[in-house]
């Protein structure tokens, strides 16, 4: 399983991130960037963050951690050909989430996959 978490350098707050998000989603704001369908639970040792968005592969995502934040990132294109909808409700394009987490965790130990449309990182807790 291949790592994909890392560090930044930049500096970004969690109102800064989640207010980005939330823009990106509403519908007055128009923008090409969109959020995906995210779990965060706890256990006993560890965070785990699931992500549900199908057709990637694990190089095409972005991850990194600053100040107990979680940011993942990346682009789902679409097949690009001529087509008129019916119905249309899987987005394509650029998509960001930003994840806050209430204790540090330990980023060099944490472990990352890529499988059957899920993108789960796991992030043990300091101890």
């Known amino acids: 399983m291949t790592t994909v978490v890392k560090r ?6 969690l109102a800064e991130h989640r207010h980005d998000v939330l823009q990106a989603v509403g519908w007055q704001v128009r923008t090409t960037v969109w959020s995906p369908p995210t779990d965060v639970y706890e256990t006993e040792d560890e965070f785990v963050i699931r992500m549900e968005v199908a057709g990637m592969r694990e ?3 972005e991850v990194t951690y600053e100040d107990r934040l979680i940011v993942i990132k990346g682009n ?21 989430t930003a994840v806050g987490l209430p204790i ?4 060099d130990a944490a472990r990352a ?11 043990p807790k300091t101890k």
């Not at 930044?8 to 707050?13: A, K, N, Q």
């Not at 789902?76 to 960001?96: C, L, W």
């Open 8 to 13: 930044t350098e930049t500096s970004m707050s």
């Open 59 to 61: 190089s095409d995502f």
């Open 76 to 96: 789902r294109p679409d097949i690009q050909e001529r087509r008129a909808y019916h119905q249309m409700e899987i987005r394509f394009g650029k998509f960001s």
């Open 104 to 107: 540090p965790v330990d980023v």
């Open 113 to 123: 996959e890529y499988q059957d449309g899920l993108l789960t990182i796991i992030l």
